[in-house]
């Protein structure tokens, strides 16, 4: 079934106050109060939105036994990634599983997890239906600027929370205050503001812990895990991915062929954020156990494998690579064996070649390291823009489309049918 971005904008946001509801009662019981447990003002849980969108775009093709894995298998790796995100952002956790049997650092747990799966298999078989019906009860216009004011109250809420959790706040203060009455005045309403916030994030959140934040070493360029570090083995790991991919082609199909995803240079997109989030994600358990590694390395590389194959299919209408041929496959998107060597790939990484690049990283000058950094994100980011109107137009072209506006015949010019036959040789085109 396919949906409208209008439909999912409405998808999120009943799913955000119904995991809002869900979250509050069960709090409310616990504590016997009432409290907030959205991360906004308002009564959202944006994570329940946000994970049953993904969920309705990336496994609406399963059915049965299979989209109960599927749920439970992704909605357990974005709580997982959220918890992380929010102690690499804030250096807090926000909830702990600790006391919980089979948890992960408190993070994640099975029992919860396997109550993510009924409640994503259940919203995907009946609660869409359900909630896209009350949808279509509404006039098309009054839908459409109902999600407009939603999104809009969201945006300021988010945008405002965000300001104040991070700090933001009092830097825009100090440029805007004009003379010490004002400063005072505005400090000590930021001030207000900032608690209030966090008290109720106290209240809502009562297993919520301060982390101390990593030391980092000012005159060492991308110390750490830091953002330059991030951008430079993202790099890194989109070269190696194609590099990589090609030889095993060599190896394996006895031909030289194009693995790159963009249109200029052999870069791997997909591998380079698999190796990016892959350090961003695993770089607290370098030190665990190879067999840990795998089993994370092979649940996240196989998960992220087939939300790219579903997310390149829906927007340039093109399969990438095909695994229906091999044994213990689903949907041709992903198979047993790859997913091994998606975790293989994550202990190789994270045991041997991480450490490695991060010291020839650090090596770099600092000045010279941001300049070289921002150049090259900038050079990728023009790279994978002209690349997805290339994709694009391509798609078109192969359904009849014309060109009729200027970029439509530069993609034409540029890139042809023959050239992009030779950039993605394994490209199948998927019939409208």
Known sequence: MEFTGWQLIWLFFCYSFLGWVLETVSSAIRQKRFVNRGLINGPFCVLYGTAAVIMTVVLGELHGFWLFVGCLILSTLLEWTAGHLIEKMYHETWWDY???????DGYICLSMSLLWGVLGFAALNWG???LLALFQMLPALAGKVLNIILLLILGVDVLATLMILSGRSRRIQQ????DAWLTGIS????????TGVDRRLQRAYPKKQ???AEEKDKTVFASGCDFYKIACLFLIGAFLGDITETIFCRITAGVWMSRSSVVWGPFSIVWGLAIAAATLLLYKYKDSSDGFIFLVGTLLGGAYEYVCSVFTEIVFGTVFWDYSQIPFNLGGRINLLYCFFWGIAAVVWIKKLYPVFSGLIEKIPVKTGKIMTWI???FMSCNIIVSCMALVRYNQRSNGIPADSG???VMDERFDDARMEHIYPNALKVNE
């Open 98 to 104: 600790s006391g919980v049997r089979w948890n992960l």
């Open 128 to 130: 869409n239906t359900l």
């Open 175 to 178: 440029w805007e205050a004009a």
């Open 187 to 194: 400090s000590g309403l930021q001030k207000k503001i900032y």
């Open 210 to 212: 301060r982390l101390a």
């Open 376 to 378: 090259l994100i900038a």
């Open 407 to 409: 970029w439509q015949k």
